[in-house]
């Protein structure tokens, strides 16, 4: 035996390397020599080898690869191990020896607790030196990865397919037309509510127009109303400006500020005037008020949005198990749209029983949910309201008790006659179909008492979709409405027909981007709007203005048609909406005109309607008269 000159392991004579710490060792002629010498025997400090007295194994300690295996299991040499490496500082390996093992590498045998292989320096596969274990040979490792992997693809196979596989007929029914229509319809609620529940809106408004007699377009051009708006719940900054031929001619600021309204007026004077409303009507009328109590409720649309999902999902339970059925692979006839397929049809017969438990499962969440309460009167705002103007605004009712009354009397109403409903679609024979192909919707048809509301959609929206709605009743149809298009992206491009029995049809045709919108709600696009019976036609362009905004431009054609003598045959009108208001607060002098007799308020704006009509006339005067020639 030797010892490592870097760690002091004790290792083999033949070994090249140290199996704790991988240092290569002294060249190879000096081990053959020192099983030769006593002065060795010391040095592994194992009494228990000693006795056995066997000198053939000191002149061939590792050449036979039995013969190392059998000492080490005859002898006690691993259990005295320890201390010897504890008075090697460099070692502290409390652990008991591990079984002895092969190099994967070379396939030496090495020593149980070895961390490199004392032959060819090759680290060995052991997660923690501290704690070593058995090193595992390569294909075990290859068939646990493999087999592993095998567990992943399957994992992730199951995670697609399962649900599908166990997937009942009465949810797969509710959770494809509610991802079809109910999805796309609340996207939209909450949307809108998010945007104008907030009770704030800021935008610079600029209407102007052009018609096709240059007599009366000359003094439209350059001409314009604005209005600058900038709401946020109790307070409102509103500037109005009239400009005509490129002339400001009139401008007006008017303010209100939790109670409190103001105006400027710049054309008759410099002044602000401001008045307390409360104070004024109270002097006026005796009736104490405090408006300073009113602001625009706060709305959110994902609380309505949950709350709608809610009372949806009730009606859902009356789709069970027991009442839908399902055909797989039937041949199924797109009547409107011409097309036959094999599909899956699913068809919901509700029992009278099924009806009635849903009506009463509504009446029940009716009564307790005191989250519709909540929100009805977060919208109405009654303590609001009756500070404002007073415990009488409602008449002298107590509105939430009116509110309570209301909600249980409907719940009253539904509890009594779930049973007659719930009998009366029994007796009507009413069926709801469903028909699939590929998971897509193809059909929809309700159908009671001999008539049917259908739904008919074939296509894709990238390669183009096509839907009808028609009614049934006794055999004739009617065609309520046609909607084709395409969407790439955000961007869908397409045409509605819709047809009022008896009536008229009107035509649009559209390409509008979802991404985009302006500060009024409007999709960025085009839409394109006719009735051709009537002879009327109209579009409505938005896009980016010329100088910033985002212009709505509405325009008339055919105008003459409508009437013989209006003075021009087309109208163009122009509103420009910008995302954010520039109106500024009047900075003339404040003059509180709260305190204001009747008799000075009179004489004010007395002045005020004066110089305003002077003015105006003097502007419109040449514009009025061509009008009156032309009318």
Not at 363 to 378: C, G, H, P, V, Y
Not at 531 to 547: A, C, H, W
Request: proline share 7%.
């Amino acid at each position: 035996m030797k010892t490592c000159s870097n760690c002091g392991q004790s290792l083999p004579d033949d070994a090249i390397f140290c199996g704790h710490c991988g240092k290569r060792l002294s060249p190879q002629p000096e081990p053959a020599e020192q099983p030769l010498q006593p002065e060795q025997q010391p040095e592994q400090n194992t009494p228990p080898i000693q006795p056995e007295g066997e000198p053939e194994p000191s002149a061939k300690p590792l050449d036979s690869e039995e013969q190392q295996p059998q000492s080490e299991e005859q002898q006690p040499q691993p259990e005295e191990q320890p201390p010897v490496q504890e008075a090697q500082p460099p070692r502290q390996d409390p652990q008991p020896p591990q079984p002895d093992s092969f190099c994967p590498n070379c396939g030496e045998r090495i020593q149980g607790d070895a961390v490199f292989c004392p032959n060819c320096g090759a680290h060995l596969d052991s997660p923690d030196p501290a704690k070593p274990g058995p090193a595992k040979p390569k294909k075990p490792i290859l068939g646990i990865a493999l087999g592993a992997a095998a567990v992943v693809v399957l994992c992730v196979i199951g995670a697609v397919a399962l649900p599908g596989l166990f997937s009942s007929p009465e949810k797969e029914f509710v959770q494809i037309q509610q991802e079809l229509f109910v999805d796309r319809v609340m996207d939209q609620l909450e949307e809108t509510l998010d945007v104008y529940g907030t009770g704030q809106f800021s935008t610079d408004l600029t209407l102007s127009a052009s018609v096709d007699t240059p007599e009366i377009n000359r003094y439209l051009e350059d001409s314009s109303i604005g209005l600058k708006l900038d709401l946020n719940r109790d307070t409102l900054l509103a500037e109005g400006q009239l400009v005509l031929m490129g002339s400001p001619v009139l401008n007006a600021v008017g303010t209100y500020d939790k109670g409190q309204v103001g105006f400027s007026l710049p054309e008759v004077d410099d002044n602000y005037y401001v008045m307390d409303l409360s104070s004024m009507i109270y002097d006026f009328t005796g009736q104490e008020v405090d408006l300073s109590q009113l602001a625009l409720p706060e709305i959110s649309g994902k609380e309505w949005r949950s709350l709608l999902q809610s009372y949806l999902d009730t009606v859902y339970t009356v789709v069970t198990k027991d009442n839908v059925e399902v055909e797989k692979n039937k041949s199924v006839l797109l009547e409107e749209l011409d097309r036959r397929f094999d599909g899956t049809v699913y068809t919901f017969s509700p029992s009278g029983e099924d009806v009635e438990a849903m009506f009463l499962k509504i009446a029940d969440n009716l009564q307790k949910d005191e989250t519709l309460r909540s929100m009805i009167l977060d919208v109405v705002s009654p303590e609001a309201l009756e500070a404002a103007f007073g415990e009488e605004v409602f008449g002298g009712y107590d509105l939430e008790e009116q509110l309570d009354e209301a909600i249980l009397s409907l719940a009253d109403t539904l509890e009594e006659q779930a049973s007659d409903i719930g009998r009366a679609v029994e007796d009507s024979d009413f069926t709801w179909t469903l028909v699939t192909e590929k998971k897509e919707v193809r059909m929809i048809r309700l159908e009671a008492d001999g008539q049917a509301v259908v739904y008919e959609r074939d296509g894709s929206e990238s390669g183009g979709l096509d839907e009808v709605l028609y009614v049934e009743s006794y055999g004739e149809s009617q065609v309520l409405l046609e909607h084709e298009y395409t969407k790439k992206g955000s961007v869908s491009q397409g045409s509605l027909v819709i047809t009022i029995p008896y009536e008229s049809t009107v035509i649009m045709d559209y390409e509008l981007d979802e991404e985009k919108r302006s500060a009024l709600g409007t999709y960025y696009g085009t839409y394109e709007l006719s009735m051709p019976d009537e002879g009327v036609n109209f579009s409505l362009e938005v896009r980016e203005g010329d100088e910033g905004g985002v212009d709505h431009i509405l325009s008339l054609y055919n105008i003459q048609d409508l009437s013989y003598y209006a003075p021009f045959d087309r109208l163009e009108l122009t509103i420009n909406a910008t995302d954010k208001s520039t109106a500024q607060k009047p900075s003339g002098k404040t003059v509180d005109i709260t305190d204001y007799s009747t008799r000075e308020l009179e004489e004010l704006f007395t002045e005020i309607g004066s110089v305003l009509q002077q003015d105006l006339i003097d502007n419109l005067e040449p514009l009025m008269y061509d009008l009156y020639y032309y009318f």
